[in-house]
């Protein structure tokens, strides 16, 4: 009975508590269609989301999949390329067609286009016996529609983000085998046969060469017009340059970047006669700490993730960024990479539940800019759902993405509100994280609710939540931070 009742007082004030009676929207972020390499149409992926109860899809289509290598010092000549579907190379205004389409078919469910973009990628080895590297170390884009920006991302292999380098002259140089070929095939030669004591002057081109010498530059002018290569190369490791350069440009153009899958890896290798190519993509936490100004980055998919755990790498990043060291904080979503349903995966089992002003793209990607979201990790029958985390104080309110500014000592009541959809109730163990270390921890069943009180202390603080329940239920919140005045 005293859970029902509960449950009851839940319900009544639950429309109430997020910021301004924002409305939670339920996203899977991080969706592939047979636009590029996913095994589902568009309004397959919507008759999936609509049985989940996801109501919104953030559609991440591969941007260019392009993979190319290339003997020295002439490597547009010897080039060999490998390619799969990706929306710049059938046409972006297509892509962007389709999702309206699809969002005009399907009124219930927010389509908002993005795309999965590879900022480099470089080849170690012997010619015969390769390493390709960093082909899945990836940045999700959303918030950039206009096609002519679109299609210019700063991505490897993208023409139009190419300019002019050494290896451009390298690539040219063989053009320059017309001219000899061209001479030997007008100029004759004379050649002195004696004949019966007669000498005789034939004259005779050389075809043989000459055509040889016209056709080695024709084909070098058609593969490598107009001789323009990739700002970085694929020939050698640059870092973070590629990465910071393409978050650079995505965040001047108005979009938002996240970090694709930081901990997972992929390794593989095939060979073809004498030819062995192996392909490595291993985990790169680190690179959210080497890389700033990008919105958010994966931080719950379905394998175990450390750099969420309190007192780890995202706790660090929120740190600098309370601490004035970074420009703006990075938030951890729910990322799905759905292509198809191989590996147990399903649209809607891992979500980023939008706390949004307005059910549109607008509203959508102001709640992804401004952090007011929660990662979900679910079940296809229930899910926790994230009635209340606020901090209360005199001087304000503040919920996930927020910050408070207050005098040393401002007392502070952080409310704490869980319930559970589709299930009567789960089991859960709370954790409440302040500068990367757990201050409070709690273990129940949903409906949950409490408070925690303490005072402002000397110098800033981070906030977070973090909800697990029986696997795979695992929730956890955007911080909330607190600014202490001098």
Known sequence: MRRWVLLLILGLVAPALPAGALERLPTALHLHSNLSTGDFGLDDLAKMAERQGTEALLISENYLLKIQYGLPPFRALTRVSY??????????????????????????????????????????????????????????????????????????????????????????????????????????????????????????????????????AVIALARGWPFSVDRYSPWKDHGMAPYQALIDHAERLGGSVIWSFPEASDLGERAVGPLHVAWRTNPYPDDLLRTARYTAFGGLYEQPIRVVEPGGLWDRLLGEYAAGERSRPAWAVGESGFHGLGAGKRVGTVQTVFLVEQRSEAGVLDALRRGRLYALQRTAEAALTLVDFSIVTPRGTARPGETLRLPPGT????????????????????????????????????????????????????????????????????????????
């Open 83 to 216: 390619e799969e579907r990706a929306v710049l190379t059938s046409g972006i205004d297509a892509y962007l067609a389709s999702v309206a389409e699809a969002r005009r078919r399907h009124p219930r469910l927010l389509f908002i286009p993005g795309v999965e973009v590879v900022p480099h990628f470089y080849w170690t080895g012997s010619p015969w016996v390769l390493t390709l590297h960093n082909i899945q170390k990836n940045l999700l884009i959303f918030g950039i529609t206009d096609p002519e920006m679109l299609a210019a991302l700063p991505a490897i292999g993208n023409p139009r983000a190419q300019g002019y380098a050494w290896q451009s002259a390298a690539d040219a140089a063989p053009v320059a085998l017309l001219i000899p070929g061209l001479a030997l095939l007008l100029r004759t030669w004379p050649r002195r046969r004696r004949i019966a004591g007669t000498v005789i002057v034939i004259r005779r081109r050389a075809w043989l060469t000459g055509a040889l010498l016209v056709a080695v």
């Open 411 to 486: 007392p502070l009541e952080i409310r704490i509100a869980l319930g559970a959809g589709g299930a009567e109730a789960l089991p859960v163990r709370l954790s409440l994280v302040r500068n990367g270390a757990v201050v409070e921890a709690w273990a129940g069943q949903t409906p949950f609710e409490t408070v925690h009180r303490e005072s402002a202390g000397g110098r800033p603080a981070v906030y977070r939540l973090d909800v697990r329940s029986t696997v795979p239920h695992r929730l956890l919140t955007s911080p909330i931070f607190i600014v202490v005045d001098s």
